[in-house]
Antibody, heavy 118, light 108 residues
């Protein structure tokens, strides 16, 4: 199993960015994929999930600003982030649910760093 | 409540037993999972479904729950167990995930 995030960078407040998570090594369409972020020297914060049928859920902190999606042809999940704030600065991980279901997250990427600053 | 509360830090002597706790109302209805994170690394799943060890996790790690408190216990703590430990679960609605704030384990 491998998850590879990309798309991070430095973005100005109010700006937008799309993160990608490329998955391999498992039957992608069967599993719920999550985005979890971690600000520097801080804890883990769950952001969003998308299940195999395209159902989604969001944390209150990002609902209405972030949109999660998936493309089964590319075995990829995306996180469209709009109206970015300085407090959105973090390392963003994508993770895969364990076969027993979420919130058990058994595989994680190495993360992509998002910095929101002027 | 949608929060999970963990103590910020705990220390243990090499070879001794340590318990890390995670408290939250949602644990009354949902199992906790536990993750280990070492500096500069992604988290790894240690315990899933409340009490089951993930693949490759040594049997010195175990977990339990009493009421709204979940516990991760390490018996015979090794130097390589020094890390941050996070719990997670579903929130009270069951529709979202919530993480505890994490506990830093120091092995003396």
């Amino acid at each position: 199993v491998q998850l590879v995030e990309s798309g991070g960078g430095v973005i100005q407040p109010g700006g937008s960015r799309r993160l990608s998570c490329a998955a391999s090594g498992f039957t992608f369409k069967k599993y719920t994929i999550h985005w979890v972020r971690q600000a520097p020297e801080k804890g883990l914060e769950w952001i969003s999930l998308i299940n195999g049928q395209g159902g989604t859920s969001y944390a209150d902190s990002v609902r209405g600003r972030f949109t999660i999606s998936r493309d089964s042809r590319k075995d990829s999940v995306y996180l469209q982030m709009n109206s970015l704030r300085t407090e959105d600065s973090a390392l963003y991980y994508c993770s895969k649910e364990h076969y027993t279901g979420w919130p058990n997250l058994d595989s994680w990427g190495q993360g992509t760093l998002v910095t929101v600053a002027s | 409540s949608s929060e999970l509360t963990q103590g910020p830090a705990v220390s243990v002597a090499l070879g001794q037993t340590v318990r890390i706790t995670c408290q939250g109302d949602s644990l009354r209805n949902f199992d906790a999972s536990w993750y280990q994170q070492k500096p500069g690394q992604a988290p790894i799943l240690v315990i899933f479904g409340g009490t089951s060890r993930a693949s490759g996790i040594p049997d010195r790690f175990s977990a339990s729950r009493s009421g709204i408190t979940a516990s991760l216990t390490i018996i015979g703590t090794q130097a390589e167990d020094e890390a941050d430990y996070f719990c997670n679960s579903r929130d009270s609605s069951g529709n979202h995930v919530v993480f505890g704030g994490g506990t830093r384990l120091t092995v003396l």
